[in-house]
């Protein structure tokens, strides 16, 4: 059974979480005893049930009523198996949100039909624009606090989908849903028969997975290397198949050998890897190898450049100046660069553009050229996802970023 990630976001309090715990229930996915450990988690706090409980299940999260880290889990339709990231929507964990959606190879943007287009609806639309999410569809969630009334749906449709078209984005369906009561999530609502659109699992099972990583040129990223009474070079398999036998090159160096064994914990003739894994190989060819390499197949070889363009999200309350020197990280790669050019500068809010800027503020959005004090290995983002992105930090994660062309 095939499967597919997807991501859900939008606005804090739009109802994510309980968007996901209805799908997990009205799919048979909860596990043995859990919707009682809900409801008995509800009944304590004087509540009906709460289907946002099922992933808000760390006592902070509940507390707060906001959803901190990214949450992975899983449900299954007749078609295939989902891989559910619940991204944060508070606006102090939007670092978290890009993570989420750049692991994504769809999305649900959640709209609270009583409150419409907030700020975080407008900045995790523009997120997802950025990251070139092409599958989305928009869910108006709490549709029962507003009589189901087709004349509020069409009101936020009208203000929704010319702001989502400006960002590139072509939502496939507009669904109106209650999450929490379980209208059109599995099963069409009686309550709106004005609506004649797909369900929410409808729609899902309608997305197509991308390019299998698993069939994509094989990218290793090499953490470290171990002498023993062999060479062992340890690291994760990025995309594609690591295959013993086969012939690879080494970047930065351009160097090539074949890969003599992979090499794992109390096993004995693995044969290969594949995408995910974390393993360890010896080559034929004594290199110098060390962290920060990728080993690559022949085919399709990504770019080794200390330039590139990007889109970078700035999650710091101290701007970043053009020319500041920071620290890039990509996969196992490790860097100092500077902006060498700002060449636009958004505002993530209102979508403002920043003319002439010279710094980029908090929870602005920027179009860079990035410039490296030595070659990296990286593949722009639409290629190459796990190549593709990257952080910078000061003392800590200041911001995320995709590679736009290198």
């Not at 309980?18 to 996915?29: E, F, H, V």
């Not at 975080?120 to 569809?137: N, P």
Request: aromatic share 6%; hydrophobic share 35%; charged share 30%.
């Amino acid at each position: 059974m095939e499967d597919l990630k997807l991501v859900i976001v939008g606005h804090v309090d739009h109802g994510k979480s309980t968007l996901i715990g209805r799908l997990l229930y009205d799919t048979g996915s909860l596990p043995e005893g859990k919707i009682e450990e809900i409801k008995s988690i509800c009944d304590s706090l004087g509540k009906g049930l709460e289907f946002c409980y099922v992933m808000d299940s760390l006592e902070e999260e509940r507390d707060q009523n906001i959803t901190i880290d990214i949450s992975q889990t899983f449900f299954r339709t007749k078609k295939r198996q989902y891989v559910i990231i619940d991204a944060p929507g508070h606006v102090e964990f939007v670092k978290n949100m890009i993570t989420g959606a750049s692991q994504a190879e769809a999305a649900i943007l959640i709209v609270d039909a009583k409150e419409g287009v907030q700020e975080q609806t407008r900045r995790h639309a523009y997120i997802l624009g950025m990251l070139g999410l092409g599958q989305v569809i928009v869910v108006m969630n709490k549709m029962d606090l507003v009589g189901y009334e087709k004349k509020r749906y069409d009101e936020v449709y009208s203000e929704l989908l010319p702001f989502l078209r400006g960002q590139g984005i072509k939502p496939q369906h507009v669904i109106p849903i209650s999450a929490r009561e379980g209208d059109n999530v599995a099963n069409k609502s009686k309550n709106m028969p004005w609506y004649s659109g797909p369900t929410v699992l409808d729609a899902l099972d309608g997305f197509k997975p991308n390019l299998r990583i698993l069939d994509k040129p094989m990218r290793f990223a090499v953490q470290d290397v171990y002498k023993y009474d062999k060479r062992i070079t340890v690291g994760r398999v990025e995309a594609g198949v690591l295959r013993a036998g086969s012939e690879v090159i080494v970047l930065p160096s351009g160097e090539r050998t074949k890969i003599e064994s992979i090499e794992e914990f109390m096993k004995e003739d693995v044969r290969e890897a594949i995408a995910g894994k974390s393993t360890g190989v010896v080559t034929k060819d004594k290199l110098f190898i060390d962290r920060g390499n990728i080993i690559c197949s022949p085919e399709k070889l990504p770019k080794v450049t200390d330039k590139f363009k990007a889109h970078l999200f700035w999650m710091d309350k101290e701007p970043l100046k053009k020319g500041e020197r920071i620290v890039l990280k990509c996969s196992t790669q490790e860097a100092i660069c500077k902006v060498d050019e700002l060449l636009k500068v958004i505002n993530s809010s209102t979508l403002e553009e920043t003319k002439g800027a010279q710094e980029i503020k908090n929870r602005e959005v920027a179009d860079v050229m990035i410039k490296t004090d030595k070659p990296m290995v990286v593949e722009s983002f639409s290629d190459s996802n796990e190549m593709g992105r990257f952080v910078l930090e000061r003392l800590n994660t200041c911001a995320g970023g995709i590679i736009t062309g290198v």
